[in-house]
């Protein structure tokens, strides 16, 4: 079965950089749209970035320049590299997949499969 597993999060100061990982199992990972969303306490979950098979990648307007979504189809792994970080980017971090079509979906009812979550904490 699809399995999804992230890591790499903690607590930075604001300014730092982290980079988190997700590995993923149970389905042929090079042919799966990625994506990363995040949930903050008292928030709705949003979505963060999102990679297609192609390639293409999309980002929120709030993480533009400062998070670069990745993927390694050798390791199975999809990234998510964010520098500059703020306290509002404090939240769990989720990776999730879905089968790709034409265009990347970037709605979190768009994928079938999640991870558990990795905090990340950015104290000012």
């Known amino acids: 079965q699809v399995q999804l597993a992230e890591s790499g999060g903690g607590s930075v100061q604001a300014g730092g950089s982290l980079r988190l990982s997700c590995a993923a199992s149970g389905y042929t990972f090079s042919t799966y749209c990625m994506g990363w969303f995040r949930q903050a306490p008292g928030n709705e979950r949003e979505t963060v970035a999102g990679?297609?098979?192609?390639?293409?990648?999309s980002y929120a307007d709030s993480v533009k320049g400062r998070f670069t979504i990745s993927k390694d189809n050798a390791k199975n792994t999809l990234y998510l590299q964010m520098n500059s970080l703020n306290p509002e980017d404090t939240a769990m971090y989720y990776c999730?997949?879905?089968?790709?079509?034409?265009?990347?979906?970037?709605?979190?009812?768009?994928?079938?499969?999640w991870g558990q979550g990795t905090q990340v904490t950015v104290s000012s």
């Open positions: 990679i297609h098979v192609f390639g293409s990648t």
């Open positions: 999730a997949a879905t089968k790709c079509g034409w265009s990347l979906p970037l709605r979190q009812t768009e994928y079938s499969y």
